[in-house]
């Protein structure tokens, strides 16, 4: 069986499967799959829909072995990726057995080149999923719905308020109030249906949650990071020392959403 050069990450379902570093991820969260039933798993993914010989797998993982119960071995390591995949035999949705001949994966299979690693910086600065708890499903869905909803009470409240913050960016000197108008303007119109996105995504359990923040969080970070200076949007109604704490919370807010999502989708 020829097998490409060119690592893959694969995709089918909630699952990811890195050729690269071995990882199967299900919503982003690593799933305990080693050895043959991964190498498995791997040459049905590169065959979508196609049959794939025990012949063929023999050949691929046990060609510098003498192995004299391979048929053993090969359903052994079957086995264990149907239980990895949450799939079974009698009603296959991933891994059809095609009595003896082989296996064929039934799913629909995308892949694309590994993302480049994150650099160790930034390693150490991000919670990773194995790191945070597994609280109950319903809290997390909860606090992150408060979320959105709190940002998007921050958009829609500043685009009612037009008139009283170009007042108050005019006594700002460093920058231009058109310019911070532009900005304003432009950042809630952008992260309105971002944050509508998230919503529907979470109240309709959308599989792939943690995947997509994950290539959303760069982004959604520097502008949650600028709308964390929101507070002070309301210097005519509050103090400065309670806008500035109230901003130095908000600055964390983009690294709790992202705990959260990540909680969310191992609940």
Same mark, same amino acid.
């Given at each position: 069986m020829a097998v490409k050069s060119t690592l893959r990450v694969f995709r089918f379902g909630p699952f990811e499967a890195d050729e690269a570093?071995?990882?199967?991820?299900?919503?982003?969260?690593?799933?305990?799959?080693?050895?043959?039933?991964?190498?498995v798993l791997l040459c049905l993914l590169a065959k979508p829909g196609e049959m794939v010989t025990r012949e063929e797998l023999q050949q691929l993982l046990w060609r510098?072995?003498?192995?004299?119960?391979?048929?053993?071995?090969?359903? *052994? $390591?079957?086995?264990?990726?149907?239980?990895? =995949?949450?799939?079974? &035999?009698?009603?296959?949705?991933?891994?059809?057995?095609?009595?003896?001949?082989?296996?064929?994966?039934?799913?629909?299979?995308?892949?694309?080149?590994?993302?480049?690693p994150t650099p160790s910086g930034a390693r150490s600065v991000l919670t990773v999923a194995e790191d945070l708890p597994k609280p109950p499903r319903n809290i997390t869905k909860a606090l992150l719905l408060l979320v959105q909803a709190m940002y998007l009470a921050f958009y829609l409240g500043a685009l009612g308020n037009l008139t009283e913050i170009r007042e108050i960016f005019a006594d700002i000197r460093l920058f231009s109030?058109?310019?911070?108008?532009?900005?304003?303007?432009? *950042? $809630?119109?952008?992260?309105?249906?971002?944050? =509508?996105?998230?919503? &529907?995504?979470?109240?309709?359990?959308?599989?792939?949650?943690?995947?997509?923040?994950?290539?959303?969080?760069?982004?959604?970070?520097?502008?949650?990071?600028?709308?964390?200076?929101?507070?002070?949007?309301?210097?005519?109604?509050?103090?400065a020392g309670l806008a500035l704490g109230m901003a130095a919370a908000l600055v964390y807010l983009p690294f709790a959403q992202r705990s959260l999502v990540l909680m969310y989708t191992r609940g």
């Open positions: 570093t071995w990882p199967l991820r299900k919503h982003g969260v690593r799933i305990k799959l080693h050895g043959q039933p991964f190498q510098d072995q003498t192995f004299v119960d391979f048929d053993h071995g090969l359903n *052994t $390591a079957v086995n264990k990726l149907r239980q990895a =995949l949450g799939d079974s &035999a009698g009603k296959p949705q991933y891994v059809e057995t095609i009595p003896g001949k082989g296996y064929r994966f039934l799913a629909e299979v995308s892949s694309s080149e590994p993302a480049a109030p058109e310019l911070l108008m532009a900005v304003l303007v432009a *950042t $809630a119109a952008a992260m309105i249906p971002v944050r =509508l996105f998230l919503v &529907a995504a979470v109240v309709f359990d959308y599989q792939r949650l943690a995947t997509k923040f994950t290539r959303l969080f760069p982004i959604l970070f520097v502008l949650d990071v600028l709308w964390a200076l929101s507070p002070f949007l309301l210097i005519h109604h509050i103090n």
